[in-house]
């Protein structure tokens, strides 16, 4: 019973190349999120998405989009892949508490390793 | 915006001992400070958090203060395992659904057994 599923989990692409990750989150959450962890890493949020509101960090190139066909998806599209992409990406979710729309922590999915060639 | 130091960057302890680590934050409008651990090859997770309210909390061998005039917040672990080892992030944030937490860079915790 995977929380937050993502696939593939290992990703080797040529640069210049189009490519998706998909994740899924069983949990019921509202607001799904996409990190971006450097080799040193640092965890760096690229982009919030819930049924109302798109957050976008503006230091994400625009190469880079989110697609939630549902609630309970939200997958990452990147086009024309370069080799500074290479890092492992983080999918995520989270609840807003009933009333005050507060979050309280995130639940993350395994990752993918994205290797740009 | 925040700004979140976490220090150290590495920690070595021996199997039994304790370990602690450190983060400070800038923005004294933040009220929630999670902890997340990251073992190899997986997602971080949530271990403890922590809200404004409360200076203390403890969860078996883990537990976390904070200072809110200071501006720091810590993590504990007693009796270290060599389970324990892993990479810990600490963040701190506004509970509101449309903040987004500032991660600390990150705490590799070694314990030699």
């Known amino acids: 019973d995977t929380a937050v599923s993502q696939t593939p989990k290992y990703l080797v692409t040529q640069m210049g190349n189009d490519k998706s990750i998909k994740c899924e989150q069983n949990l019921g959450h509202d607001t799904m999120y996409w990190y971006k962890q450097d080799s040193k890493k640092f965890l760096k949020i690229m982009f919030s998405y819930n049924n109302k509101e798109l957050i976008i960090n503006e230091t994400v190139p625009n190469r880079f989009s989110p697609k939630s066909p549902d609630k309970a998806h939200l997958n990452l599209h990147i086009n024309s892949l370069e080799l500074g992409d290479s890092a492992v990406y983080f999918c995520?979710?989270?609840?807003?508490?009933?009333?005050?729309?507060?979050?309280?922590?995130?639940?993350f999915g395994s990752g993918t390793r994205l290797t740009v060639v | 915006g925040e700004n979140v130091e976490q220090h150290p960057s590495t920690l070595s302890v021996q199997e039994g001992d304790s370990a602690v680590i450190k983060c400070t934050y800038s923005?004294?409008?933040?009220?929630?400070f999670p902890w997340y651990k990251q073992e190899l090859g997986k997602g971080p997770q949530l271990i403890i958090d922590i809200r404004s309210n409360v200076g203390e909390k403890k969860d078996q061998r883990i537990a976390v203060t904070l200072n809110k005039t200071a501006k720091h917040f810590s993590l504990h672990i007693t009796e270290t395992q060599p389970e324990d080892s892993a990479v810990y992030f600490c963040?701190?944030?506004?509970?509101?659904?449309?903040?987004?937490?500032?991660f600390g860079r990150g705490t590799s915790l070694i314990v030699h057994p």
């Open positions: 963040a701190a944030t506004q509970s509101g659904g449309s903040y987004i937490p500032t």
């Open positions: 995520a979710s989270s609840l807003r508490q009933p009333g005050t729309g507060d979050v309280y922590g995130y639940t």
């Open positions: 923005d004294s409008a933040s009220n929630y």
